[in-house]
């Protein structure tokens, strides 16, 4: 309990937390002013972000950041810096477009159809342009079907047979195409021409010469201290404009080259460098036998060059400076594991880095929206809850689990590009559903010296005018609380499930690893996504549990894959006949990748539909937490430290409550922790069944140890409360604004109908009345739009930001007249009705009642 005992005193670590820090160039006692605001807000460190400073790299630069990083180092605070001038990373501060050789080189495909038999046929080539320095890798002809599908075998190379500009050919009988595959600098985003290649380690290089090391040539005093690391934003392979489906088999796709991928492929699959240029065109067309061959072992070799040239090369650098490396890549949709916009594959993308790490922004977590894809800011326009709420950070928290590098430190950036909208109620809803699934470092987005700043509302301080900064600060408070209290521990997981990219690279039917995280997170069964590599590599079965760095799972669940590797298939074969439950969901693969048969590879494993799974796991006696009642929106996460068991609960459900007993995998005495409030409280407890009773997006943290204490019951709210009939004199003040104006004939209700424009706070006084018979002990708010304060008699009693809207007012209330201040904090949105506010509701303004008193 001694992490918990330091939360209560005030001692929790404040390393968890990083925001955003937009520089623009200003001056720098307005930088002050907006550092002043985040300790403030209880935080002691920042993140520096770079994109929005237009001479980064030059001497203004220098001279700000430098300014910051002494402005630090003065108050104790930590500085992280965005590594590049542009967003995404990979710009290199524009050292590529001074340096040509180090653009990005990739592949284009384009195809000519022509019949025969015909002998001594001369077929002219297409076209190749010279600005884009392009000359053909392969031109291989392969018999077609009506349908445009290339036949089995292994083409017909024509390359050599090209002479005087032209191809000389006796065309076989048939319908025949010839692709042509040809190399190229031509790029279809025009805004990522002059980014880095990261095929190409020379390329990726770039990154160090234009900002790391010209950064520690200025700064070195600070690397380590002061100044303690650099945070990349969402590079990728870049090879395509701004959508998701950058996967093989679009005619369209320029894809990422390097000239020793031949070689490297062949070495996967077993074949030559010639064979694999063959069945390069396999990469945009269906090829008979071929596909699987060819996409895997491509998208294998990509993915480590990506990993090597990128995450860890840079993050081997920071390291060797004492410096710690951090970022994300984009996730969206599946891109995680897709070019383009993507980096092919989550893990080995961040292999490299010192924390796993995701994003959270663009309304792609909307509370409310559990089973529907919604609209969102984001390209797509469309999300899938899926994905974002069950899968996603359930990636990060795994990578920080299974990578000893990790440190089990997951991190994401969240609450960018929400709108003005966006009020502490979803900060606090989706900082909870990121805690729960395992994410204890936070880059909140953002704090801006400019105001008015379009640029991805909201910003916590916007130079004053932000009137909920107080109860932002709560918020990083909380949340300090919460990761002090839930790190250092070993995750308890009952499931492994594996991250299955492979299927999709392949080409053929795949499920994606959404759809069984969310049936087991609606079951109370907690799992990891491991990847292949991971599988292959150092994972181990000791009395039917499968080892993975200090996690264990007594199974391992793979999402249908029609084609998965052959090594991994055996390794799945080996893993189930050491007595590991492997569970194939849907159905085994059809084959192997490299095309050959399964056999009896897999007898020891067994296949579930998707919708028995959960039934078959909980009748092996796999299951996380077992409640009485069915409860598919309590989310759960599991740890255990010096002997205790320490579980965080919340209910993701923002319009009804969770009220059931359940059974928990501990023994000990069981206590909850109400993080928000810092305060503890006896569980009703009967062996290892509690009852937990959570209202609409409600979180606790419940723990068992062996110490008993004499702690006050938990307030299941079964006490009956009475409405008070008061009479309230209403006043209101903006955030610059230090007296409150009186509002008059105002009362309870929603203040937004009569005050349209209204953002700041709105003051409710009134007077109570109570005897020595009295026994008050809670005092209720019925609704409030959108956070309360509540002073009684001058004394501070809390603040509440989500249901239930209720205070704790035992020992506040004297005999005789008792003054009731409650303080409501009304949404920004009002006033600022930006863009992407309109993907969100707006709340009401002020408070709404009953009233009540119990």
Known sequence: MKKIIQCLNGQASTEHILPFFWQHGEEHDI????????????LTEFCVESR????????KWWEDFGFLLEEAKKRNMRVWLLDDKRFPTGYANNYIASHPELRKVTLRYTYRDFAGPQREAAILPVPLNADDEEKFVSIVAYPRTETGRLLSGEGIQLLPQMKDGLIWWDIPEGIWRVCYVIRTLRSYNTHKANYMDVMSAESCKAMLKAVYEPHFEHFSEYFGTTFVGFFSDEPGFANEGEHYDSYLGREDMLIPWNDDLPAIMGEKAGRSADEMLNLLPGLWHEIDGRTSIVRETYMEAATEAYSKNVAWMLGDWCREHNMLYIGHIIEDMNAHQRLGYGAGHFFRALDGQDMAGIDI?????????????????????IVEPAFFHYTLPKLASSH???QPLKKNRAMCEIFGAFGWAEGIPEMKHMTDLMLVSGINHFVPHAFTPKYPDYDCPPHFYARGTNHQLDLFGQLMRYTHRVTHALTDGIHQANAAVYYNAEAEWAGGNRMLQQDVCKVLTRRQIDFDLVPQDIIC??????????????????ALIIPYSQYLPEKLINTFGKLADAGLNVLFVDGYPDCT?????????????????????????????IRGLEPVKDTPYLHYYHIKRDGSDIFMLWNEDIFNEIDTDMLFPAEGTATFYDAWNNRRYAAAQNGRS??????????????????KENLPPFDYRENELSALDLDWKVSLRTAMETEFTPLPDAGLGNLARTLPNFSGVIRYETTLTTSAADTFSVLSVGAIGETAELTINGEYCGSIVCKPYRFEIGKKLKNGENTLVIDVCSSLAYRERDGFSTYLPFPPTGLIGPVCIG
Not at 593 to 618: F, H, W, Y
Request: charged share 20%; with cysteine.
């Open 31 to 42: 930088l002050a002013e907006e550092i002043d605001a985040m300790q403030r807000c209880g």
């Open 690 to 707: 509690v009852r937990v009773k959570l209202a609409p997006s409600e979180s606790i943290i419940l723990c068992f140890s062996s110490e």
């Open 537 to 554: 590599g150092d994972a181990a079965v000791k009395n039917g549990k499968l080892l993975i760095n200090q996690e264990s799972y007594s």
């Open 52 to 59: 929005t400073h237009m001479q980064f790299g030059e001497e």
């Open 361 to 381: 922004v663009l309304h792609q977590i909307v509370p409310g929206h559990l089973d529907f894809t919604h609209t969102a800011s984001l390209t797509s326009k």
């Open 400 to 402: 920080s689990h299974i």
């Open 593 to 621: 990748s490299e095309q050959r048969p399964i056999g009896n590879t897999l007898a020891s494993c067994k296949v579930i539909p998707l919708d028995q799974l959960t039934a078959a796991l909980e009748k092996a006696g």
